[in-house]
């Protein structure tokens, strides 16, 4: 199975700032990386597919590039709603995995 | 509305089983890949597996984790897929999500139900 490997696991920063979130595939993925959101007590929600595409109605806050085995998730300045966990996905390969999840916190 | 909503969620002893819906609204369900994603309490999520749409058969794939124990089914006349755990563990304690699942040009799940929660417990 295609490990993903996130970092850092939980992130704490303030409303303004540039947040980056790294992903890590324990092979190569060509660009079959998923991206979402995920609220407490809430279903994940679909942030960029393909690395570096943004989903219709996601601000263009967001941002993702990678290609291969490193991956990044970048928020240009961090809103009060941006405050959630975020997962990365691989759908190269089955089984498709994702990552163990990064929780961005207010500091 | 485009739409998921997952039902039949519970609590139930451990080597039993339970049937979980998904049924969709808002779409041509026929045409599309469905997934289901879990969620065990306070953990991050898990692929289950997936149901291909008829013009792939409705071909199934499931994780390591679930295969020979879980079934996935659907039934396009009714928008509907389905989720069959048997010999269900305490591990298998977790909300499971259904996911429409888009398979080109790109592969993503862009529409998630609520989740149903099945607690595993004696």
């Known amino acids: 199975d295609i490990q993903l490997t996130q970092s850092p696991s939980l992130l704490s920063a303030s409303v303004g700032d540039r947040v980056t979130i790294t992903c890590r595939a324990s092979?190569?993925?060509?660009?079959?990386l998923v991206w979402y959101q995920q609220k407490p007590g809430k279903a994940p929600k679909l942030l960029i597919y393909?690395?570096?595409t943004l989903q219709s109605g996601v601000p263009s806050r967001f941002s993702g590039s990678g290609s291969g085995t490193e991956f990044t998730l970048t928020i240009s300045s961090l809103q009060p709603e941006d405050f959630a966990t975020y997962y990365c996905?691989?759908?190269?390969?089955?089984?498709?995995?994702f990552g163990g999840g990064t929780k961005v916190e207010l500091k | 509305e485009v739409q998921l909503v997952e039902s039949g969620g519970g609590l139930v002893q451990p080597g039993g089983s339970l049937r979980l819906s998904c049924a969709a609204s808002?779409?041509?369900?026929?045409?599309?890949?469905m997934d289901w994603v879990r969620q065990a309490p306070g953990e991050g999520l898990e692929w289950v597996g997936r149901?291909?749409?008829?013009?792939?058969?409705?071909?199934?794939e499931y994780a390591a984790s679930v295969k020979g124990r879980f079934t996935i089914s659907r039934d396009d006349s009714k928008n509907s897929v389905y989720l069959q755990v048997n010999s269900l563990q305490t591990e298998d304690t977790a909300v499971y999500y259904c996911?429409?699942?888009?398979?080109?040009?790109?592969?993503?799940?862009?529409?998630w139900g609520q989740g149903t929660m099945v607690t595993v417990a004696s």
């Open positions: 092979q190569g993925i060509s660009s079959y």
């Open positions: 996905e691989q759908v190269n390969i089955y089984p498709l995995t």
């Open positions: 149901s291909r749409n008829k013009a792939n058969s409705y071909t199934t």
């Open positions: 996911a429409r699942y888009q398979v080109s040009p790109y592969r993503f799940s862009d529409i």
């Open positions: 393909a690395a570096s």
């Open positions: 808002g779409f041509i369900f026929s045409d599309h890949y």
